[in-house]
């Protein structure tokens, strides 16, 4: 048979690996929590980041669409100065005289002339 003090001896290995057993487990457990937060707050940070790329893309995107409004509404404006001129510019041929007449010039000093 089994002597009392080797039952003890084993009931105390028992209770120590046990308490081992527990120990290891809680620190497992803790780590998964952590490893669990750790994921959250990295998906937390990447919709974050995602979040972050598309605004600035939007707002690139509305910066570029000012800009070619600002260029669109220049280029409107010189088609209607240029329409303007060619009016002005008909109007003015339409009105110019036919005939072009030549009138003489007098010189009365021939060095002048020469020079």
């Known amino acids: ?63 570029l669409r000012n800009s070619l409004q600002a260029m669109q509404s220049k280029i409107d404006e010189t088609d209607v100065l240029l329409v303007k001129e060619r009016e002005a510019a008909k109007k003015a041929i339409e009105e110019a005289p036919l005939v072009i007449k030549e009138t003489p010039v007098f010189i009365e000093d021939s060095k002048k002339a020469n020079l």
Not at 14 to 37: P, R
């Open 1 to 63: 048979m089994v002597s009392l003090g080797a039952t003890l001896l084993l009931k105390l290995r028992i209770y120590c690996n046990s308490w081992t057993v527990t120990l290891w487990l809680q620190g497992v457990c803790a780590l998964k929590e952590a490893k669990d937060k750790l994921e959250k707050h990295v998906e937390e940070l990447t919709a974050r980041l995602q979040l972050g790329k598309s605004l600035r893309i939007d707002l690139e995107e509305a910066k």
